[in-house]
């Protein structure tokens, strides 16, 4: 789904466990980390791909969630030229997504990369809320930025059962802009 502007509709997940501490996946086959994340199909809504993704590329499934929160708007970012495939249509210049926070619920053992018949990720780890700034490609950092600032707010919410020590201590997170 691609919009006008050629923008390809897309949700990104933000999974912590009860430390506060992310889920951080490594794409198979090449050194890149990046947090779960992939394109709406044709009927969905953002919740409903938020789910599809999140079980094709962890394996795990509503019940093994719960969802804090999501980004009130559309976030964009705009590929490098080097990566737009000019030869196809629509065209595609980049992404607008709705993030999601989610916070897991059941037994990380149920995380299961290969639940999908291309698996998008071959390794993953929890790491340090703002870790992320650091290692993500460069086009997709200022998207990362916005959607974590914006939802890591809510892990200080009384109703939400994670530690926040992570997201507070930031490291500066301002350093990684």
């Not at 200022?142 to 974590?148: E, P």
Request: overall charge positive; glycine content about 6%; aromatic content about 12%.
């Amino acid at each position: 789904m691609i919009d006008s502007k050629g923008y390809r509709s897309n949700v990104g997940i933000i999974l912590c466990n009860a430390q506060g501490h992310v889920f951080w996946a490594k794409r198979s086959r090449v050194n890149s980390w990046q947090f779960p994340q992939g394109g709406m199909e044709a009927g969905e809504n953002p919740e409903q791909a938020m789910f599809r993704e999140l079980r094709e590329e962890t394996g795990l499934d509503a019940k093994h969630v719960k969802i804090i929160g999501r980004t009130r708007y559309w976030l964009r970012y705009r590929l490098p030229e080097k990566y737009i495939r000019r030869n196809s249509l629509p065209l595609c210049v980049g992404q607008k997504q709705i993030w999601y926070l989610l916070q897991l619920v059941g037994d990380e053992a149920n995380v299961t990369l290969d639940r999908h018949n291309k698996p998008e990720f071959d390794d993953w780890q929890w790491v340090e809320y703002w870790e992320p700034l650091k290692s993500v490609v460069y086009f997709k950092r200022k998207v990362y930025r916005k959607a974590m600032m914006e939802l890591g707010a809510l892990l200080m919410l009384n109703s939400v059962d994670v530690d926040a020590t992570s997201y507070l201590s930031n490291d500066n997170m301002s350093e990684h802009q």
